[in-house]
């Protein structure tokens, strides 16, 4: 019997730390002996997946960079063909693989992923955007199965309230989980990689 390989979005606007997310977390599932491959999305360029491929902690046949050539959203939700030949690729060439990350374009809150497309999808902000986000209701943002609000260590230098931030978050996620990350530190990583394990890859920790 074929393998059934977990398909996990990856979402967020623009320099929210996705791809710094993926740097972070892939190689301590990599450690783990979880088996990883990642699709990116870019509008024009192979970008973000050159920039994981020269990390070097996958095969770079494992990371395909997708050029969308339209609006980020439309590839991840009205037309992801694109994404849908890649995966076949990826499932294809590595049979043992348990989980493959696709990365989104940077989009604004209103990206959500087709369930055609994955199993589930994480939205990723950082708090350089405001402490008014969570208020703005985008369905990313409340409809996402986790959302990561990222580079909680610069709050104090854009003027973002943490505090409030925290505070306010959870009225619009219906109980669903947040998880506060930095990256530099790897405050809030395992929390992700707990999620990842035990929501998507339904290991018993």
Known sequence: MKKSVARLGIGGPVGSGKTALLECIIPRLIAQGIEV???????????????????????????????????PHTAIREDPTMNLLALEDLE??????????????????ASTFSYDLVDSYIFVIDVGA????????????????????????????????????????????QSKPII????????????????IKQKILFFRL
Request: glycine share 10%; net charge negative.
């Open 37 to 71: 491959a990642v699709i990116t999305n870019d509008l024009l360029t192979t970008e973000d997946a050159d920039r994981l491929k020269s990390r070097g902690f996958l095969p770079s046949e494992r990371i395909i960079g997708v050029e969308t050539g339209s609006c």
């Open 92 to 109: 294809g060439l590595f049979p043992q693989l348990d989980i493959i990350f696709i990365e989104s374009g940077g989009d604004n809150l």
């Open 130 to 173: 405001g402490d008014d986000i969570p208020r703005k209701k985008g369905p990313g943002f409340s409809q996402a199965d986790l959302v990561v609000i990222n580079k909680i260590d610069i709050a104090p230098y854009v003027g973002a309230n943490l505090d409030l931030i925290r505070q306010e978050a959870p009225l619009y996620r």
């Open 180 to 195: 506060y990350t930095n990256c530099k530190t790897g405050e809030g990583l395992e929390e992700v990689i707990k999620f």
